[in-house]
């Protein structure tokens, strides 16, 4: 393997080191715990397991955090209802609905009802019109984009005057990671599926941020040597040696991509430690928010 391991269970430990001293602070010095509000709508298991493990990160770094869960058949009004109840009470000081919500609820809406103040997920509108603006910046960044970048700064990777790619486009990840590098004065190019000469773009790019939802559609020989390539892909991938009968890869074929990157994440073990630190981290900022607005 020539290219660096991007280990980022190690870097987003660092982050809850932070977070968790930050919290040891605010308790000593204010008596405050910061305090985590998930939303739970419908019984879908991976989304259940995301939140169990945000509980359990919560746990581990003295956040509080306080589960509501909502039936799969429950109204927009319910579940917007729930939103306005969590804004109003000043002991909560972060809110994260997750997502995907049933097909029958208006995503959008939800998310827009969330206090700006509260916004920990960084999927307000006004969070990420600043963020995409120059000039202006959101109170939360979205936390897998966030956490492409801590891994890239922990790496020492210089973003200025650096050709991007990010390849994907959602709301979640792609728009929010290609603001964010240009924020960082990467020239940065978006490319999706309907990108003519795909391979072109990749082969000028000194960073790859893979966040199409592919398996391993990014090979080696599609990579600028050196580059540094950020997988945010999570897919299955049938193995019959595995005891569930499938293995977790990402949006890069790992083992062709090391031999011509500069550096490069895991899956697992890359980016989805960071998400789950990032909102830690988010979290921490949303109560110190709350506390400096309490003078």
């Known amino acids: 393997m020539s290219a660096q391991l991007i280990d980022g269970k190690v870097i987003a430990a660092k982050v809850q080191a932070e977070v968790r001293q930050g919290?040891?602070?605010?308790?000593?010095?204010?008596g405050v715990v910061p305090?985590?509000?998930?939303?739970?709508?419908?019984?879908?298991?991976?989304s259940a397991t995301y939140v169990r493990s945000k509980q359990r990160m919560c746990e581990e770094l003295g956040i509080r955090s306080i589960g509501h869960h909502l039936p799969a058949d429950s109204t927009q009004v319910e579940v917007e209802g729930l939103v306005r109840q969590l804004n109003a009470d000043p002991t909560v000081n972060g809110i994260l609905v997750q997502l995907p919500l049933p097909k029958h609820l208006n995503e959008e809406a939800v998310l827009n009802s969330i206090d700006l103040e509260k916004d920990v997920d960084g999927f307000h509108p006004v969070n990420i019109g600043r963020l995409a603006m120059k000039g202006r910046n959101p109170l939360f960044v979205p936390c897998t984009p966030a956490g492409c970048m801590r891994l890239?700064?922990?790496?020492?990777?210089?973003?200025?005057?650096?050709?991007?790619?990010?390849?994907?486009?959602s709301n979640i990840v792609g728009l929010p990671m290609a603001m964010l590098l240009q924020k960082a004065d990467a020239t940065v190019t978006i490319c999706h599926s309907r990108t003519k000469d795909l391979v072109g773009f990749l082969r000028q790019a000194d960073v790859v941020i893979a966040a199409v939802g592919r398996a391993e559609m990014v090979t080696g020989d599609m990579l600028k040597p050196g580059a540094v390539v950020i997988d945010v892909g999570i897919n299955q991938k049938a193995d019959p040696t595995k005891k569930r009968g499938f293995r977790l890869v990402g949006d890069v074929d790992f083992?062709?991509?090391?031999?011509?990157?500069?550096?490069?994440?895991?899956v697992p073990g890359g980016v989805g430690p960071m998400t789950i630190a990032m909102l830690m981290e988010n979290t921490l900022r949303a109560a110190q928010i709350a506390l400096k607005k309490k003078g």
Request: hydrophobic share 50%; glycine share 10%; aromatic share 2%.
């Open 35 to 46: 305090e985590l509000a998930t939303v739970l709508v419908g019984d879908d298991p991976a």
């Open 255 to 266: 083992e062709s991509a090391k031999e011509v990157a500069g550096a490069i994440t895991p």
């Open 23 to 30: 919290v040891a602070v605010m308790l000593a010095e204010y």
């Open 152 to 169: 890239l700064q922990e790496t020492g990777v210089t973003l200025r005057g650096a050709n991007a790619v990010v390849l994907g486009r």
